[in-house]
């Protein structure tokens, strides 16, 4: 069991701690169980805006897609291709275009028949918005810091929520509500239990939140505790004269690169220096976009560089890791419908912690109160 002083410290940071960055929490709690479904809403919001999209046979190949498109927005010569999703899962190929003023358009592709069924601007969607509110509050990265520090003090929240848990004197009661005792006691169990029951989860969706969001500091000290080497930012030698190859081209040279992979998601080179990124995935992967990459060079088609996700070293294997503990894609299914209910916790915690913190402060003031009125019924 813990020590007293340490339980007296505990207390006190997880008072304060509470108090201060309860709220913001809270927000965060509830639009990270949003978005633990958001591929599947995404697709429900797009079939119901576009029409449902019904499989029939083979997949039309990606380039035959982007041409589609391209023809498509011939008027819009300022639209120029960013990126297309090409994730099995989806029903539809989405071709993203980034126009002069920078809002990316999302266009959606019939991937069995080449029609094109809509576009969106890509900020506008319930999907950028509920991830951009849960990452960043709409804040950029004002908004990307604030939530990392919040983050790291859910983490240090857990730490001494665990160190306060009653159960440690006496297991069974930490574990058990009593509905019939005083409200002040419901609340106190309501707080311990789902403190307890949600505390490893919150832990390790608070640190590799962290992580990401301060993820120029913790992967270079990830990388420098596990002994894994940095990469180099890889970049295209531009030629006089050269155009860029052929999507064709490319995606050949990256299926090599990485046999019995799945093309996921790839993105365009922005710039004369910029590189062609191949996002794949292994079957054995969890993440639905995978953590497997080809990068090649835009002009020659030459591989800069391959991410293995099955032959990473520790440190990628850790940051690869994270997804899964964030998003509780680790379990599968259930797994998921679990850390919905996890981002609910901090409500109900907020919640409880602040009437424990008015019931205390309540106690106290009828406590100087009495000592107030015996004081002056001595003097008189």
């Known amino acids: 069991m813990p020590s007293l002083k340490l339980r007296n410290l505990a207390f006190k940071l997880h008072r304060y701690i509470g108090l201060a960055v309860g709220l913001l929490l809270v927000w965060v709690g509830l639009t990270g169980s949003l978005i633990v479904f958001e591929d599947e809403i995404d697709e429900f919001l797009v079939g119901h805006q576009f029409g449902h999209v019904i499989a029939q046979g083979q997949r039309l190949p990606v380039e035959s897609a982007l041409n589609l498109v391209q023809a498509a927005y011939a008027t819009r010569p300022d639209f120029k291709p960013h990126s ?23 266009v959606f592709v019939n991937p069995y028949n080449g029609r094109i069924l809509g576009d969106r601007q890509q900020t506008t969607s319930l999907r950028f918005i509920a991830i951009d509110l849960h990452y960043s509050l709409l804040a950029g990265r004002t908004g ?4 990392g520090i919040a983050g790291l003090l859910l983490f240090v929240l857990s730490i001494t929520g665990l160190i306060l848990w009653p159960g440690w004197r006496r297991l069974i009661s930490g574990f058990r509500i009593k509905l019939n005792a005083h409200r002040k006691r419901v609340n106190f169990d309501i707080h311990k239990v789902v403190g307890i029951v949600s505390v490893i989860f919150l832990s390790l969706i608070a640190f590799t939140g962290f992580c990401w969001n301060f ?8 990388y420098a505790v596990t002994g894994t080497p940095s990469k180099s930012e890889p970049v295209s030698q531009a030629l006089p004269g050269q155009s860029p190859l052929s999507l064709v081209e490319i995606l050949q040279k990256a299926d090599a690169a990485l046999p019995g992979a799945v093309t996921t998601f790839f993105v365009f080179p922005s710039k004369p220096e910029g590189i062609y990124s191949i996002y794949k995935k292994f079957p054995q992967e969890v993440n639905s976009y ?15 560089r391959v991410d293995n996700a099955l032959e990473a070293p520790v440190g990628d294997r850790i940051f690869n890791y994270f997804d899964q503990l964030h998003y509780g894609t680790f379990g599968g299914f259930p797994t998921r419908i679990l850390y919905v209910f996890v981002g609910l916790s901090p409500l109900t915690l907020f919640i409880t912690g602040l009437r424990m913190y008015r019931y205390r402060r309540q106690d106290k003031s009828g406590r100087q109160q009495t000592v107030r009125i015996v004081e002056h019924s001595e003097t008189s």
Do not use: C, H, M
């Open 84 to 106: 297309i999703v090409t994730q099995p899962e989806k029903s539809t190929y989405i071709v993203r275009l980034t126009p002069t003023d920078g809002k990316t358009i999302e």
């Open 144 to 147: 990307e810091i604030i939530v």
């Open 215 to 222: 993820e120029d500091f913790t992967k270079p000290a990830i």
């Open 290 to 304: 995978g953590n497997s990459a080809v990068y090649l060079d835009q002009y020659t088609g030459q591989v800069l």
